[in-house]
């Protein structure tokens, strides 16, 4: 799947966040997802006005859904979990602090979804972990290769290889290198689903220095 990540990008705005939808349904991506903080995230000062209704999230599922396109949430609050389950939604990521969070991670085993986990502050004894720990429903998971860096120098798009003979799953790719063509190199390395974060016109997004513009991204889905 190539999946376009809004994460917070839409800067708490509902109809900012809806031109994301739109734009994602027209450049024809395979799936959506939005970042989803449990509560001390949002008692953040520079956070503190970043979270979307229950209503949006409904809304925007069905919308998704009448589109064919996969709708999906990076999410930390445990709590939300059963919200989001009730929408249908169609897959979770777990993001790489979470890494080690088993309470949330055995709540997502249990929805029998499909689970991404990004690896991008992960090191190889910690992921070794974690699939221990998964490895009776590791068929519902896919880690993600990432850096959590915009430096294209420790890209290191090698460890997909790497990872997908050591642990036998699906590896995903997870951009963050602020130069697009990273993107078009990974597929060399055979990625099981791209990830990678999109944004609109305003300006100071979370993930702005790696984030495709909206305005660009049928181009880098058709290409």
């Known amino acids: 799947m190539i999946i376009c990540e ?29 970042y989803i903080g449990d509560n001390s995230f949002y008692q953040q000062p520079k956070f503190s006005n970043f979270k979307l209704s229950d209503e949006f999230y409904l809304k925007t599922t069905k919308k998704l859904k009448e589109n064919k396109i ?7 609050d445990i709590s939300k979990i059963d919200f989001f389950e009730k929408i249908k939604t169609d897959f979770y990521k777990v993001f790489s602090n979470d890494i080690n969070n088993h309470e949330l991670i055995l709540k997502l085993i249990a929805t ?51 990872l997908q003979k ?14 697009t063509n990273v993107l078009y190199v990974s597929l060399g390395y055979e990625p099981s689903d791209l990830l990678f974060y999109i944004k609109g ?23």
């Open 6 to 34: 809004v994460g917070l990008n839409h800067l708490g705005d509902e109809k900012y966040a809806e031109e994301y939808v739109d734009t994602a349904i027209q450049s024809k991506v395979d799936a959506l997802t939005f």
């Open 70 to 76: 996969k709708f999906g949430v990076m999410i930390s």
């Open 112 to 162: 029998n979804k499909k689970i991404f986990v990004s690896t991008g502050m992960s090191d190889l004894e910690e992921i070794k972990k974690l699939v221990n720990f998964i490895q009776n429903s590791k068929e519902q998971f896919t880690l993600i290769h990432t850096q959590l860096s915009n430096n294209l120098d420790i890209v290191n798009l090698k460890a997909i290889s790497m």
């Open 166 to 179: 050591k642990f036998a799953m699906p590896i995903a790719f997870g951009n963050h290198a602020s130069n």
């Open 201 to 223: 016109n305003k300006k100071d997004h979370p993930d702005d220095p790696h984030a495709i513009k909206l305005v660009n991204l049928s181009e880098v889905i058709k290409n």
